[in-house]
């Protein structure tokens, strides 16, 4: 193989070897989460996708304006752990 094709290869292959879908999680107990949106209005469902090593979690979730106030409440919330999807960060 000529020196240029063996560089071309490796400068094609090289990044699709840094695409791993299964992202490590972390070490000891977590729990980690995100919303589908950055910002809701009043009255509007809210979808969060949340992974934990523990098997429930409870969550309280308040209105931040000129006053903190709690809109919702729940305890044993079940979760179960699940790998962090490729560009997790940039596509949600």
Known sequence: MSRSLITMICCLLLPALSLRADQPQPPGLFIEGYPDRLSYAPGEKVTLHCSSSAASFHMTIERVGLERKQVFEQKAIPVA????????????
């Open 81 to 92: 752990q699940h790998p962090i999807p490729d560009r997790a960060s940039s596509e949600g």
